[in-house]
């Protein structure tokens, strides 16, 4: 059976019970006016009922008399132990005591009464706590049977490989930068000298938001103006101050560069992007890149591509492929290939060293090595996957074995 204190009883073990306190009192003076102990002692009648019927007080006239120390408060140690969920130290009379005394009350289960008498397979802490263990009958349990397996908490194996890049690359130096999601079309574009009319500016390649942003760097916009309208002989700026879910994170190196007046540079991003793309075993629309900026003098094409071999083999990618590619801001530009299992040969990202047309409107006067690398296809790479949507998959056992 479980108990429980009541209010009063809560508060006699807090203050001390009405008797204890009477005694304690007396003995400081041996005798009291029973006038002053009214007035000392708080539920002074109880007080004097406990004491007088256990013998340690006698009253003299208008006088109470200590007659008897007692050397111990049984009552108050029982209200402790049923406090601390103990009941099994208490004994039967002393629970008939505290019950007359309202100093406890039963806590009754329904729920489980109805399973006295009754055969249980599990022993559950609310039955040995209520002590409905006693009346219940408990099955034997074979020792021999496996128990259920017990996962415990891990890491995202995906968010494990995205420390691990994160890790290696301040290792070599790198400071993390990072920068809006909804972007303003001129850093993501315009500033990384896309043409207005460029196939990758229409809805089916960025996902565009209502509204525009504003670019407070005013020096810059011209820059990039001017540049835009001698290359390619046209710039929409309503189309630059669209804002949108950015869809590289060259737009933060774009936004840094910007900043920038101290060299060198070795800079990087992890984060997420958005394209509506196809979504099949290689293509999600939104995941995560790697972006890196190094900026220096005499930097050339080769150290790009060490850079580029390095963090491929944190990856396990111990075969690299490279091929010449074409991006509007970057020349040359290259493609990185690793081979995934069942997939073969697939692209993990492009590079190159950014065209002038985008350093110097951003006031960089020194090559600049950028790449930005899909770090889903480098992971799929890494825990030999075949498919990137397991990455964001809730495939317990996948994400169990992995």
């Known amino acids: 059976m479980q108990y429980v204190l009541t209010e009063e009883g809560e508060k006699y073990l807090k203050n001390g019970l009405p008797e204890k306190n009477l005694v304690l009192y007396l003995e400081k003076f041996g005798k009291a006016p029973i006038s002053d102990l009214e007035k000392e002692i708080e539920n002074f009648d109880i007080a004097l009922l406990w004491a007088k019927k256990k013998g340690w007080v006698e009253l003299k006239f208008n006088e109470l008399v200590l007659i008897k120390k007692p050397e111990s408060f049984p009552e108050e140690d029982a209200l402790r132990k049923i406090k601390e969920n103990r009941i099994e130290e208490v004994d039967e009379s002393m629970i008939k005591l505290l019950l007359q005394r309202k100093l406890i009350q039963k806590v009754v289960y329904e729920h489980l009464e109805k399973l006295k008498g009754k055969e249980v397979t599990v022993l559950t802490s609310e039955l040995i706590k209520s002590g409905y263990w006693r009346e219940v009958k408990i099955k034997r349990f074979d020792a021999n049977i496996p128990p259920a397996e017990i996962y415990g908490g ?91 879910l950015r869809s590289q994170c060259t737009a933060v190196s774009a936004r840094i560069l910007a900043k920038t007046r101290k060299l060198p540079l070795k800079i990087f991003t992890i984060d997420r992007v958005f394209r509506p793309d196809v979504i099949d075993a290689k293509h999600f629309i939104e995941f995560e890149q790697c972006e890196g900026i190094v900026a220096d003098k005499n930097l050339n094409f080769k150290h790009l591509l060490g850079y580029l071999k390095e963090i491929a083999k944190v990856f396990g990618g111990e075969d690299v492929m490279f091929k010449p590619s074409y991006f509007p801001f970057t020349e040359p530009s290259v493609e990185m290939y690793v081979k995934i299992n069942e997939l073969g040969w697939v692209e993990a990202g492009g590079a190159g060293i950014l065209r002038k047309e985008v350093t110097q409107p951003l006031g960089i006067n020194v090559p600049v090595l950028a790449w930005g690398l899909g770090i889903g296809r480098l992971a799929m790479l890494k ?18 074995e992995v």
Request: some cysteine.
């Open 154 to 244: 891990k890491i995202h194996p995906y968010i494990k490989v995205i420390r691990e890049i994160r890790e290696f690359l301040v290792g070599l130096g790198f400071k993390e930068v990072k920068g809006p999601l909804i972007e303003i079309n001129f850093w993501n574009c315009d500033a990384l000298f896309m043409p207005s009319d460029h196939p990758a500016r229409e809805i089916h390649d960025i996902f565009f938001i209502e509204g525009e942003g504003k670019v407070k760097e005013k020096k810059i916009w011209e820059e990039v103006k001017k540049i835009h309208k001698k290359r390619w002989g046209y710039w929409d700026e309503k189309l630059a101050k669209k804002l949108i």
């Open 383 to 400: 825990l030999g996957i075949s498919d990137i949507r397991f990455l964001y998959s809730d495939n317990l056992k996948w994400l169990r």
